[in-house]
């Protein structure tokens, strides 16, 4: 379920219901696009209280993702406008800070406790992936900073840059976590900010395969290892 909540000083208050958004994902990050809300439980009231607020304030707002009618994440829209409404069903165009393809997917499933065991992101699409990736980084809870950690991956279990990073993230910080979604976020990772405060070894099991897929990305990834003193063995 979801919800819709103007941004305003205070707390989001949801004023609107619906079962479900299409097209607020997009791997783009900010982008203005329209979104069609489905089954509005009041599509009169959301209209004109849509229409009203651009007359009040700035009209910015929130789609929510609910569990039981509490909010989970919430993705910002700016300057909206209601460009129809049909039957039960609602699109607006707006400023939309959309999470990536994929995002709400895992949410859902975390919501259903389904994500209990590792390699859950093997059922993710490939255009999928980002999205598993950005809900790892909101999501994961750090219990206790490890040190001079040993790790270990495996170039024929990832087949592309993003799913290294979904393995990569689990091998380090178990189920579900996150260590990095790209080059820089690595950089950032071993800083000492998600989890370790430093990996003393690194094995590389089949990395030929790895080399061969992330061509000159491998041998930067090298390179962000070794600045942080990690030891990679490449088997």
């Known amino acids: 379920m979801f919800g819709f909540a103007f941004d305003t000083a205070t707390e989001p208050e949801i004023i609107a219901y619906m079962d479900d958004v299409k097209n607020i994902e997009h791997k783009a990050g900010i982008i203005y696009r329209t979104l069609r809300l489905i089954n509005v439980d009041n599509v009169p009231n959301l209209v004109s209280a849509i229409k009203n607020a651009a007359n009040i304030y700035e009209n910015n707002g929130f789609i929510c993702f609910l569990d039981d009618k509490s909010i989970v994440t ?53 255009e999928e992936l980002q999205g598993w990736l950005v809900y790892a980084l909101h999501t994961m809870k750090i219990y206790e ?34 260590f990095g979604r790209g080059i820089y976020a690595l950089f950032d990772c071993l800083r000492s900010d998600f989890g370790v405060k430093s990996i ?30 990690v030891k990679v063995i490449l088997e």
């Not at 070894?201 to 942080?228: R, Y």
């Open 74 to 126: 919430r993705t910002f829209i700016g300057n909206i406008r209601v460009i129809k409404s049909k039957k039960n069903n609602i699109t607006l165009m707006g400023q939309v800070w959309s999470n990536p393809p994929g995002y709400h997917k895992a949410m859902k499933m975390r919501l259903n406790n389904e994500i209990t065991e590792k390699n859950i992101w093997k059922n993710f699409r490939k």
């Open 145 to 178: 900073v490890k040190e001079n950690i040993s790790i270990e991956i495996d170039g024929n279990k990832f087949h592309n840059l993003d799913s290294f990073f979904c393995a990569l993230g689990e091998e380090v910080n178990g189920i579900g976590g996150y």
């Open 200 to 229: 003393s070894e690194l094995k590389w099991l089949n990395h030929q395969t790895s080399k061969k897929l992330f061509k000159t990305k491998f041998d930067e990834i090298l390179q962000v290892f070794a600045d942080h003193n």
